[in-house]
């Protein structure tokens, strides 16, 4: 089955601990990227990247990084989280083409909570 | 700077009456507009894109350049139309970048 992954679902961390969510696609998608969901915000774009080893920032980076080491793969990783990191975390595909990149497929959400 | 809004957080509706759910943008650029919707626990998902002037499940929305805005319209709302609904923005050098505005639930009422 086509679909993007994302672990993990649910998580609570205190400040300061590093950790990584996973994201993971397997339809071949060259365009991925990451957003939280926040309350009255709604989605803003952190990280995208359009290949393997080509990132960008999207809206709001700071405090994150991101990898691209493989095609299926896109990390987010929080060095050192803090409370404002709490937040909704959606990964995102999407096939080839720079036209197709509004066709994104989104993982089911990962919940974060820093104490 | 890029801008999406969306005025209302909640719209209710009965069933068989219009819809219109509110979308104002502002982009100094050629915007591309899209509408994403998430039903209840499912993923969030392109429901309609302005460049390609599609109606999709009934829904249509057109893009007002001189109002700035990308409303979403429907003329007989139907019950299973509720859901959480996006206005998002394409900007950027190789429009890879998305702003999405703060959602509107829709709640269509039996």
């Known amino acids: 089955e086509a679909q993007v992954t994302q672990n993990p679902r649910y998580l609570i961390t205190v400040t300061g601990k590093k950790l990584t969510v996973t994201c993971s696609q397997n339809m071949n998608h060259e365009y991925m990227s990451w957003y939280r969901q926040d309350p009255g915000l709604g989605l803003r774009q952190i990280y995208y990247?359009?290949?393997?080893?080509?990132?960008d920032k999207g809206d709001v980076p700071e405090g994150y990084k991101v990898s691209r080491k493989e095609k299926r793969n896109f990390p987010l990783i929080l060095e050192s989280p803090s409370p404002n990191q709490t937040s909704l975390y959606f990964c995102a595909s999407s096939p080839p083409g720079t036209v197709n990149t509004d066709t994104q497929y989104f993982g089911p959400g990962t919940r974060l909570t820093v104490l | 700077a890029q801008r999406v809004t969306q005025p209302e957080k909640l719209l209710s509706v009965f069933k068989g009456a219009p819809v219109e759910l509110k979308c104002n943008y502002s982009y100094s650029g050629s915007p591309e507009l899209f509408w994403y919707v998430q039903y209840s626990r499912q993923r969030l998902q392109l429901l309609l894109r302005?460049?390609s002037r599609e109606s999709i499940k009934g829904f249509t929305a057109d893009l007002n350049k001189g109002e700035t805005s990308f409303h979403l319209k429907k003329p007989f709302a139907q019950e299973e139309d509720s859901a959480m609904y996006y206005c998002a923005l394409r900007w950027g050098y190789n429009f890879n970048k998305f702003y999405f505005g703060s959602g509107t639930k829709l709640n269509v009422k039996p």
């Open positions: 990247s359009m290949n393997v080893e080509v990132t």
């Open positions: 302005h460049i």
